[in-house]
């Protein structure tokens, strides 16, 4: 039996990885898949919460998917940028994506 | 018919203002503008005079100002002196205004000339109308004005340009007087109507003094002794100039004044019997200058001032009418003089110099043939002037000289008389060496053009006939003694001039030649003038200016250096300290700002990043908190 | 209870005297620590693609887990979405911009080693916060939810949000297209 604080750590493991690589990457797509880490660590949390917590109609795993869904549609729309912004300005770096800035 | 008085000085000023605002457009039109304004003036004054036959007389126009509780109105004053200076000055002015437009063809501010022209005629025309001493007093700076623009015409001149400040500088010797002399009878007499001088107190001392002081604006406008000496050097103007202002109309404003305020004169005889001798010893010794003076124009000038004082004599020994009288004649036949004079020195020629117009009557002789017309005139108006009878000088020098003896004054009846000879003898000079004689080689002359014969010959009649506008009362002893005298000083001249008869022997003449370097030298009165009183001005003026140089100006730019160097301490205080201070505060706030800003990278991870650590804070506080 | 294919393999393994659930707990624990292997080679690993392929083994790692947590449907969206379609579509996007082969470019920014430590920080303060709460024993959901009930939530207590979600889906989408469109001048 698996106790429910090992189901966690790993969440806060994979969240911690997932920070650390939305900090330190410099690439846009480095980015996104950090961030996909941390929702996935995200995840894990609300379905080991489901399981040990209980929910009637199955909560925890239907917001699961909703977050994937979510996932889905924010790294869609995030490549879609990175690529426009490659095609106008060359560049994937995102400290040279600064022409909005002052 | 009077009601439109006031409209005559209004046209000339329309025209003035016309002629100096479009004259460089107009061109020679600006001379049709002038004359048509006069023309207007001149019918106007004619019904006004009409209007005065049938008994209308003055009346206001608009209400002005109360002085200390006195009102003082817009005024005209319409009386048969106002109307027949009226005429005389509209008649003459529109006769010269036409003569102009011939004497002054080749000018090159000719609209210019017109514009000045015009803004005397409503000047005086205005003097003549006005009704109180303020605006008598404005229009009389107003012809003042005038004359010194005209004077100084020829700018070009430095003679012009001296001749035009010494005129105006002297007239204002006088116009002073008149100032004090109005401002004294106001405070004295709560009154600035002529109307009113009448029924003043009778030999009041003040009055009196304001009678002198009034006589004084006289002397200086009218060129009487001691003031008589810019008028000859007026003659540097245009012979038009001369003719209109210096002969005919603005000197006798001089006299018209004395007659205007006659009320005031004949109650205070003091001031009275001044103006008698003052015109007394100017007639005799502007006479006698006269007689020795080779300029046409100036010889004319001082028979101005000659006749001027016969008529200031007249006024003074009481003879109003006479007085009066004789300034109108006067106007028609000295305007005429001058014109002929101006018509010889136009025409005349000297062959070496084409541009050269001499006005040396040494250089002239037997001009008549050649000049027939303006010849005619000039002996007509030298007859006019010496007084042989019929013409109109002869009437009114006679009444003169009949009010001088009946009035008991027979010393200034001398002096008159011996005026009166001396007048045909100078006039009658100038005509023989004029017109007749030899001609002299090298001078070539024509007459004329008619825009100038014809004012000449209109002139002519009036000189003729002026002398029968007023019924006279016959005073056979005095007619004949005035005509004898023209008779003797006519033959005198002809004798000198034409027959060059030597009545006195050479050691004669000798002897009196300090007489005649006296008279050519005009009495040194200018000399005197300069010594007494030009020449300390001038010094005065040159240790007030050694003063200004070296004490004010020495402590105005002490002055200035010490504030200098002050400012100079103030700059560095305000460059070092004050702007230190600003400064400082600012690259104080630079300083905070360059390393605060270094928190706003603009990277999205590094705010991440510190919101991460916040967070970390904030757990770390949780647990050792909770 | 954990579900079929790793309680297949308990049961097998049983039969060689290892002791109960011993197979399925090291199961997880060697899923769980290849799951955080691979997602730190996807923050470490200096070429993008290997970050893309360490990511889809991560994420199928992570699916394993879900099978330890009774959520078999999830498991399998996990693969099909996140390893089928989201990590190719990574690909993509890298063959599309990176130069992939280069490695002399710099992947990572200034802040690595702030970064690193904050990260650290938070892991071990969540570690220790998780080790600290004394969790309750008792599995209030024995059994797993079936796919049936998943179906009759969605489309009944959560039938709003899922609608809401599938806008969202359809915005991504024609964002997408719009965004990524290559304008004809």
Known sequence: MIPQSHFLILGALLFAIGLYGALTRRTAIGILMSIELILNAANINLITFNKFLGSPDGLGQIFALFVIAIAAASAVVGLVLVIAVYRNMKTIFTEKMNMLKW | MVKYAHLIPLFPFIAFAINILFGRRLKKASAFVSITASSIALVISAVTFIGNLNGEGSYTIAKWIFLNGVPLNFGVTVDPLSCMMLLVVTIVGTLIQIYSMGYMHDDARFSRFFAYMSLFMGSMLGLLLADNFVMLYMFWEGVGLCSYLLISFWFEKPAAARAGMKAFITTRIGDTGLLIGILLLFFSAKTLYFKDLGGLAINDTTLTAVGILIFCGAIGKSAQFPLHVWLPDAMEGPTPVSALIHAATMVAAGVYLIARCYGLFISHHTALITVAYVGAITAFMAASIALVNNDIKRILAYSTISQLGLMMLGLGVGGYESGTFHLMTHAFFKALLFLCAGSIIHSIHIEDDPAMHTQDIRKMGGLFPKMKITGTTLIIAGLAIAGIPPLSGFWSKDELLSEIINTGHPVLFAVAALTSLMTAFYIFRLIFLVLFGKARPGVHAHESPYVMTIPLSILAVFSIFAGFFRPVRPDFLTMGISTAIAVIGIGLAYSFYILNNKILSADVRARFAFLYRLLSNKYYIDEIYEAALIKPCFRLAESAARFDLGVVDGAVNLTARVSVVLSKMQSWFDLYIVDGIVNMVANIAWLCSAILRRLQTGLVQNYILIAFFGLAIIILIKLIGG | ?185
């Open chain 3, 1 to 185: 209870m954990v579900s079929g294919p790793i309680q297949l393999l308990n049961n097998l393994l049983n039969n060689y005297g290892l002791p109960q659930g011993f197979i399925v707990q090291a199961s997880f624990y060697v899923i769980a620590a290849s799951a955080v292997i691979s997602a730190l080679g996807v923050v470490t690993s200096r070429n993008i693609f290997h970050c893309a392929i360490f990511l889809a083994f991560s994420l199928f790692c992570v699916a394993g887990v879900y099978l330890f947590l009774s959520a078999e449907f999830l498991a399998v969206v996990q693969v099909l979405i996140y390893v089928g379609a989201i990590v190719t579509l990574f690909l993509f996007a890298i063959m599309l911009t990176a130069n992939i082969g280069d490695r002399s470019i710099r992947h990572t920014n200034r802040q690595v080693l702030a970064g690193g430590v904050v990260a650290i920080i938070i892991s071990v303060f969540f570690i220790f916060i998780i080790i600290r709460e004394p969790w309750k024993k008792a599995l209030m959901q024995a059994q797993p939810l079936t796919l049936q009930e998943i179906g009759k939530s969605l489309m009944s207590v959560y039938a709003l949000p899922f609608e809401v979600i599938s806008l969202i889906l359809l915005a991504a989408l024609v964002g997408a297209i719009v965004i990524g469109k290559v304008k004809k001048e």
